[in-house]
Antibody, heavy 119, light 107 residues
Framework: QLQLQESGPGLVKPSETLSLTCNVS??????????WGWIRQPPGKGLDWIGS???????YYNPSLKSRVTISVDTSKNQFSLKLNSVTAADTAVYYC???????????WGQGTLVTVSS | DIQMTQSPSSLSASVGDRVTITCRAS??????LNWYQHKPGKAPKVLIY???SLQSGVPSRFSGSGSGTDFTLTISSLQPEDFATYYC?????????FGQGTKVEIK
C-alpha cells in the first residue's frame, strides 16, 4: 500500500523559506505513470494546487506562486520536496503531498502538515 | 488558468436524501474532472475521476456525470458518513484548479 508522509517545520518566520519533504513508501517514485505534487488548504478556505514534479525532473507550478516555489525530487531517497520562499501569513496552511496520475486525479495523499507563518 | 465554479457552496440535507452538486469549468476540459470528499483533519479522498469513473472502494451511491464544461456529482441516498466538503478538480491542464467546495451539512 502506497503511503506518503510530509515532514518539516510547523512554524516559519515571515520572509523566510518554507521547506517540506514528502517521503514515499510502499512504491517507487521513479514511475513514468505518476506525478508527485503539493496542495495546500489555508484555514477556513478551499484547496489550492501548488505544483507537481515527474521523477525525470519536469516541474509544473501554479503561476500564482511560480516566482516563489521550487519542487524537487530525490529518487535515491524516494522523496520529493517543496520550497516556498519569502513567506507571509497568507502562506499559513495545511500542506499535503499527493500522487497524481497522468491526466487523472490525486489518488494517494499524505495526512497533511500545518505550517504557520508567524514571528 | 481554468476556473472551476461549484454550486451550491453549502447545503443541508437529511439521511436518505438525494444530493446533487454541480461544477462548471470556464473552458472545455473534456472529461478531465475529478471529485473529492474532504473531512476535517483528514486528507481529501478521490471519489470520481474522468467525470464518471468510480474510484475503487467508493460506495456505488456516488456517481458523476458530464463532459465539456458542466459536471455533476450525485449521492443517491445520503448516509451519515457522507457529511463533508466536496471539491471538483480539473486535470485537463496545469494548474490543476479546484472548485471552491460544497459543504454538505446535516438538516
Amino acid at each position: 500500500q502506497l503511503q506518503l508522509q510530509e515532514s518539516g517545520p510547523g512554524l516559519v518566520k515571515p520572509s523566510e523559506t518554507l521547506s517540506l519533504t514528502c517521503n514515499v513508501s510502499g512504491g517507487s517514485i521513479s514511475s513514468s505513470n505518476y506525478y508527485w505534487g503539493w496542495i495546500r488548504q489555508p484555514p477556513g478556505k478551499g484547496l489550492d494546487w501548488i505544483g507537481s514534479i515527474h521523477y525525470t525532473g519536469s516541474t509544473y507550478y501554479n503561476p500564482s506562486l511560480k516566482s516563489r516555489v521550487t519542487i524537487s525530487v530525490d529518487t535515491s531517497k524516494n522523496q520529493f520536496s517543496l520550497k516556498l520562499n519569502s513567506v507571509t501569513a497568507a502562506d499559513t496552511a495545511v500542506y499535503y503531498c499527493a500522487r497524481a496520475t497522468s491526466g487523472g486525479p490525486n489518488d494517494y495523499w499524505g495526512q497533511g502538515t500545518l505550517v504557520t507563518v508567524s514571528s | 488558468d481554468i476556473q472551476m465554479t461549484q454550486s451550491p457552496s453549502s447545503l443541508s440535507a437529511s439521511v436518505g436524501d438525494r444530493v446533487t452538486i454541480t461544477c462548471r469549468a470556464s473552458q472545455t476540459i473534456s472529461s478531465s474532472l475529478n471529485w473529492y470528499q474532504h473531512k476535517p483533519g483528514k486528507a481529501p479522498k478521490v471519489l470520481i475521476y474522468f467525470a464518471s469513473s468510480l474510484q475503487s472502494g467508493v460506495p456505488s451511491r456516488f456517481s458523476g456525470s458530464g463532459s465539456g464544461t458542466d459536471f455533476t456529482l450525485t449521492i443517491s441516498s445520503l448516509q451519515p458518513e457522507d457529511f463533508a466538503t466536496y471539491y471538483c478538480q480539473q486535470s485537463y491542464s496545469t494548474p490543476r484548479t479546484f472548485g471552491q467546495g460544497t459543504k454538505v451539512e446535516i438538516k
